[in-house]
């Protein structure tokens, strides 16, 4: 059963667009984070939102968590072939480590 | 400056082997757990552990065993290899007694099984 839907599944855009990839679910969660994995390499932290209705920015990425804390969306701003990879949303819904992830997105931006 | 590491990073089986996917990690992080990654499937959890002596099932804990006898190892066995279980393993830890903790990952262990 998976709890964490994310879409879209697959991104191609050009170097200095914008996109928002969505993490959707019908469970509530206290904390969802995201995390962003490349080639060959385990998934790598990125924020944690904790809040319902935060936001939090990191450079050129927004993270939003739902005001009922069953969804998050990423945006990225003017986006770089640095960013290509593949981003998974992740959290603990019923607050027993019983971490799970949603099925990723996964982005190419073209130079 | 470890952190998660994960041996072997390859292996190849034949179908009914079995072998031992090793996971230790230098951070004094309690909860250790193992995920699988499928195209299309993200990470799916199959055990986790948040301490010594202490192991859980997770979403597909079938065709796997595990244990944790000290803090910082946590292996996966596979006792007798199906096809199926062709995935790229990753091990992860952080800290328990919160659930916002940041979740530390190995490189992974690319498994084929013939």
């Known amino acids: 059963t998976q709890l964490l839907e994310q879409s879209p599944q697959f991104l191609s855009i050009q170097e200095g667009e914008n996109l928002t990839v969505y993490c959707n679910s019908s469970?509530?969660?206290?904390?969802l984070q995201w995390y962003r994995q490349e080639p060959g390499e385990g998934p790598v932290l990125l924020v944690t939102v904790v809040t319902g209705g935060e936001v939090k920015k990191l450079k050129r990425l927004t993270f939003q968590f739902g005001d009922a804390r069953k969804d998050s969306s990423l945006h990225i701003t003017a986006a770089q072939p640095g960013d290509t990879g593949l981003y998974l949303c992740?959290?603990?819904?019923?607050?027993?480590?019983?971490?799970?992830f949603g099925t990723g997105t996964r982005l190419k931006v073209l130079a | 400056n470890a952190g998660v590491t994960q041996t072997p990073k390859f292996q190849v089986l034949k179908t009914g082997q079995s072998m031992t996917l090793q996971c230790a990690q230098d951070m004094n992080h309690e909860y250790m757990s193992w995920y699988r990654q499928d195209p299309g499937m993200g990470l799916r959890l199959i055990h986790y552990s948040v301490g010594a002596g202490i192991t859980d099932q997770g979403e597909v804990p079938n065709g796997y065993n595990v244990s944790r006898s000290t803090t910082e190892d946590f292996p996966l066995r596979l006792l007798s290899a199906a096809p199926s279980q062709t995935s790229v393993y990753f091990c992860?830890?952080?800290?328990?007694?919160?659930?916002?903790?940041?979740?530390?990952f190995g490189e992974g262990s690319r498994l084929t099984v013939l």
């Open positions: 992860a830890s952080t800290l328990a007694g919160g659930h916002t903790g940041e979740l530390f």
């Open positions: 992740a959290g603990d819904p019923s607050g027993t480590y019983k971490y799970i």
């Open positions: 469970s509530v969660f206290s904390s």
